[in-house]
């Protein structure tokens, strides 16, 4: 399904999305970034969090790191401060293309067994099926912070995944 090289590109453009994305939402106040904007997790900032909060959340299942001290219908709380926040999701981008850097194709092909708060039971599914899903995951959120900064005025950067290695 996925190979390594594709889970650390994944990795790279998650946070070069992610750094433009705060980058635009920089530019607004933080009532702008909190404003219910009619999204699944209302605001610019509510679904930033969310986005972070599952990242942390598969991580500690990937990697056996902390989970996040909230549950899923708390995640766009999460963070309140803006800095704080940032702070924060530019570290776990660091934690997620370290990981991504050591991947191994065989430990791709293994299983994840995992208890799943939204399904409420057990579920396994193969490794690579879990990070297709993480990064897409991602993906389709950031496209909603993206057209929530558009509508509110910001300009983030193109996102066109051909382009996370270009010099811009």
């Not at 790191?65 to 549950?71: A, D, I, L, N, Y």
């Amino acid at each position: 399904m996925i190979e390594p090289a594709f889970v650390r590109t994944m990795a790279r453009y998650n946070a070069w999305q992610n750094e433009s994305l705060m980058a635009a939402a920089d530019g607004l106040s933080d009532e702008a970034r909190r404003l219910d904007r009619g999204a699944f997790f209302r605001s610019i900032q509510g679904t930033f969090n969310h986005v972070l909060w599952a990242d942390e959340v598969w991580l500690s299942r990937l990697t056996g790191s902390e989970k996040p001290p909230v549950g899923g219908s708390e995640s766009s709380i999460y963070f309140g401060d803006w800095a704080a926040f940032c702070e924060r999701r530019r570290e776990r981008d660091r934690t997620i293309i370290d990981w991504a850097e050591g991947m191994d194709g065989d430990w791709l092909r293994g299983t994840l067994i995992w208890h799943s708060g939204a399904a409420g039971r057990e579920i396994g599914k193969p490794r690579a099926f879990v990070i297709a899903h993480i990064f897409n995951h991602q993906t389709h959120h950031r496209g909603q912070i993206h057209a929530m900064l558009t509508a509110a005025g910001a300009k983030p950067d193109d996102t066109d995944l051909f382009l996370v290695d270009e010099p811009r």
